[in-house]
């Protein structure tokens, strides 16, 4: 047997889950790891966690989380936005690790092949609570709940965030379009592509951070056998217009200690 399995949110700029990374092998030497964004901040910590995977996997398929993306002070790397995302992809290149811009692996199923489609489609504050992004900014910051990339995540060249995401949604959607449908396809994102997935969330200020509106429809408009995403820390299953939505987050130290990691370490997607 031989199993398509994925993870997100490994965290490892966080010293206690490196060793979570290190537990994470593979049951036969062809298996494939999906890995769904927030691997780390800085970038030889990136290297370190997807190097070790790639080692150990038959084949790793990344998309970038919002922790990838951030330009912290200490990193050697101080790239920012389009091209700090440009030299993560290069150095999965150099790792064998796919990414967002290479053509869509495929693999054996059960039930036939798959089609992995790593997709990076961003934020555009449309999940928001208020009626404007600056109301809904505003409320934000009043309550104290304010995600980090309003400092670190940076949209260059793209005059903002929201422009960045609208890019990246328009690119995504060619790339998916022209994919053929007889081959149905495993949609990998960090953030979730629909907004029904952030109702669960304790502080409903944090859903603007959280994706696109622009999204919702993808799942029914490209032949969708499974959607992985991770960000929001609450790794479930859920089912949305008959396509199963796995959220496979291993997420923080205070985390995982408090909740353990109930649907294990590695998320089974499909299996043959
Ligand atoms: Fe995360
Ligand atoms: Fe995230």
Not at 23 to 33: K, V, Y
Not at 55 to 64: C, L
Not at 93 to 120: M, S
Not at 217 to 236: A, C, D, K, M, N
Request: proline residues 7%; contains cysteine.
């Amino acid at each position: 047997m031989t199993r398509l399995l994925a993870v997100s949110d490994l965290h490892v700029g966080m010293a206690d889950n490196r060793p979570i990374v290190e537990r994470l092998r593979p049951a036969s030497a062809d298996e494939w790891l999906i890995v769904a964004g927030d691997v780390a901040e800085r970038v030889a910590d990136i290297e370190w966690a997807l190097g070790l995977l790639a080692s150990r996997f038959a084949r790793v398929i990344w998309t970038p989380g919002n922790h990838e993306l951030w330009t912290l002070r200490d990193d050697p790397v101080q790239l920012r936005g389009a091209e700090r995302y440009d030299h993560l992809v290069a150095l999965c290149r150099r790792l064998g690790v796919l990414t967002p811009e290479d053509p869509y692996a495929v693999w054996e199923g059960p039930a036939g092949p798959v089609a992995i489609a790593p997709v990076f489609a961003l934020y555009d504050y449309s999940f928001r609570t208020a009626a404007t992004k600056q109301e809904s900014l505003e409320r934000a910051f009043r309550s104290g709940v304010v995600c980090t990339d309003e400092f670190f995540l940076h949209p260059d060249p793209y005059p903002s965030r929201e422009a960045w995401c609208h890019a990246r949604v328009a690119e995504t959607e060619r790339r998916l379009a022209a994919h053929d449908p007889d081959i149905p396809l495993i949609l990998v994102s960090h953030w979730p592509l629909v907004r029904e997935l952030t109702d669960i969330l304790w502080y409903p200020e944090f859903a603007q951070w959280c994706g696109t509106e622009l999204t919702a429809g993808w799942h029914r408009r490209f032949r969708t056998q499974v959607v992985v995403y991770g960000h929001l820390h609450i790794p479930r299953t859920t089912w949305h217009d008959g396509v199963r939505f796995e959220e496979v987050s291993i997420g923080y130290p205070r985390e995982w200690r408090r909740r353990g990691h109930p649907r294990g370490l590695l998320r089974e997607i499909l299996a043959a």
